[in-house]
């Protein structure tokens, strides 16, 4: 069964710009949540959507949005990016409840 | 507040010691918890969850709501075990549940 994708795997963006992000789950889960990954925060919750509705968002600004389409893939934008955005950002799938968690390689963003 | 605290940064052993990594929660409902772990180069991956009390590649964890611990141990550690662990820790909110996981520690084998 092929794992959590992600793409693009590398990004580079300047201050001000936005950025769309892309995650496709395992085949069958439904469950797909979000993370940013920094040195000094470590793993910071973004969001979880399932069948297609937010069921969670963790303590970021506006600027963080995303989606879930009917085939459970799901996207995340970040609009006016700022330095502070660089990150590498994790998709995780499940199959009902974010507990056993399936991770993605992860999309390097750097903002310049 | 609901947090995960994983003392110890970085953790260094001998080949063959007994290694424990330290997990502290806090959390006022009925915890469920887990370990996972990133090797270099590859995508963090679920190591082993504390309700199926079971030991996956010698690793074992076990709950003490006592001490609001759920530490990682193993009786003698391989170098293969290098890596970074993460306890984490599934929070519910009516139908909203997310995983708040520790800062991680950075374990290394020595030879």
């Known amino acids: 069964k092929a794992g959590v994708t992600q793409t693009p795997r590398y990004l580079i963006k300047t201050r001000g710009q936005q950025v769309t992000l892309s995650c496709s789950p395992i085949s069958g889960h439904r469950s797909v949540s979000w993370y940013q990954q920094t040195p000094g925060q470590g793993l910071q919750f973004l969001f979880e959507y399932f069948s297609e509705t937010q069921r969670n968002k963790g303590n970021f600004p506006g600027r963080f949005s995303g989606r879930q389409f009917s085939n459970s893939r799901s996207e995340m934008n970040v609009s006016t990016l700022e330095l502070g955005d660089s990150a590498l950002y994790l998709c995780?799938?499940?199959?009902?409840?974010?507990?056993?968690?399936?991770f993605g390689p992860g999309t390097r963003l750097t903002v310049l | 507040a609901q947090r995960v605290t994983q003392p110890e940064k970085l953790l260094s052993v001998f080949k063959g010691a007994p290694v424990e990594l330290k997990c502290n929660y806090s959390?006022?409902?009925?915890?469920?918890l887990f370990w996972y772990v990133q090797y270099s180069r590859q995508r963090l991956q679920l190591l082993l969850r504390h309700i199926s009390r079971e030991s996956i590649k010698g690793f074992t964890a076990d709950l003490n709501k006592g001490e609001t611990s759920f530490h990682l141990k193993k009786p003698f550690a391989q170098e293969e075990d290098s890596a970074m662990y993460y306890c984490?820790?599934?929070?519910?909110?009516?139908?909203?549940?997310?995983?708040?996981f520790g800062s991680g520690t950075q374990l290394t084998v020595l030879p």
């Open positions: 959390y006022s409902g009925s915890p469920e």
């Open positions: 984490a820790l599934l929070i519910s909110s009516g139908s909203a549940r997310q995983l708040t």
């Open positions: 995780a799938s499940s199959f009902l409840a974010p507990n056993e968690q399936f």
